[in-house]
């Protein structure tokens, strides 16, 4: 799934060659690519004929562009295998072409909305009027992200360490912390020396500080890379993929050697996922006795 880099990527894809343009025509070609928004697909298209993008944003890992004058955004979730696409507009249509928007102007290109696995979706919602940013009302649960201005350390600091789950599951908690998925959790984790596993109300102020920048470091290397590609699924507006599984640490480097001791790298299944990590700098510190 792609994580807050990648994301982020695709938002400033969108910003440049979707922001401001206005919409003529919408075709949704398979139901379940809207399945989140509430209305029927004749309804969709009707929220955006006519109305003009605005910035794109994002929050964790949702895009969405608010439509001015109206109150609500397009909002958007890539899911698994979600593409948000600038294509010309007699390009072939992909094998798993969901959603088509065409604009009124001359530029040539149309946004295509792109998902094999159908997970992701878009949906024209209501914005939060409690929200300064003006987010769509389902974001209200979604954390703000570290790279997120807005971001408030101390508080998130605060609530890590009064957590008695493995710090790994606290990572990926959007309701604590945004954006952070499988892959940079394990990058953040190896450079901060923490076992996936260690209970965060274990960790010391400095300890969960070092992670907190390691988590930053990490992701702001890779979206300056353009995120993480492991497969043709995860790509940006321009079809393009990103680079920084070539400058991986920890994950999907199971026997390899740490880039750090040497020692082979190790992987275990952790909810229904992997995690992997150095035996040797990411050591689970015995057990608290009562």
């Known amino acids: 799934m792609p994580e807050l880099p990648e ?5 400033r894809g969108l910003d440049k060659w979707a922001s401001g ?13 809207i399945r989140r928004h509430q209305g029927t697909a004749q309804d969709f298209a009707a929220q955006l004929v006519g109305r003009t993008l605005g910035p794109a944003q994002r929050r964790g890992k949702y895009l969405w562009l608010p439509l001015p004058g109206t109150g609500s955004s397009l909002l958007g979730h890539l899911g698994m295998s979600g593409q948000l696409l600038i294509q010309p507009e007699e390009a072939p249509e992909e094998t798993h072409l969901r959603v088509r928007v065409r604009f009124a102007d001359t530029l040539g290109t149309e946004l295509r909305f792109v998902d094999q696995r159908t997970f992701g979706g878009l949906a024209v919602e209501d914005a939060d009027p409690a929200d300064p940013d003006a987010a769509p009302v389902s974001l209200a649960h979604i954390a703000r992200d570290p790279l997120d201005p807005r971001f408030d350390d101390d508080a998130f600091l605060a609530a890590l360490r009064r957590r008695s789950s493995g710090v790994k599951r606290a990572l990926l908690d959007q309701s604590l912390i945004s954006g952070v998925g499988n892959i940079y959790a394990d990058e953040a984790l190896w450079r901060a020396r923490l076992h996936y596993d260690r ?7 400095p300890q969960a500080e070092l992670l907190l920048a390691s988590a930053r470091e990490v992701m702001s290397a890779a979206l300056a890379v353009g995120g993480t590609s492991f497969d043709s699924l995860y790509v940006n507006v321009n079809g393009e993929s990103g680079y ?19 020692t082979p790298m190790r992987r275990a299944a952790w909810m229904n996922r992997s995690s992997y990590f150095c035996p040797r700098c990411q050591k689970l510190p015995r057990p608290r006795t009562s």
């Open 21 to 33: 343009r206005t919409v003529s025509s919408v075709q949704v070609l398979h139901p379940r690519a």
């Open 199 to 205: 209970p965060a109300d274990t960790l010391r102020r």
């Open 7 to 11: 994301v982020e990527v695709v938002r």
């Open 244 to 262: 920084f599984s070539r400058s991986l640490d920890a994950y999907g480097r199971e026997g390899e050697p740490c880039n750090r001791c040497a």
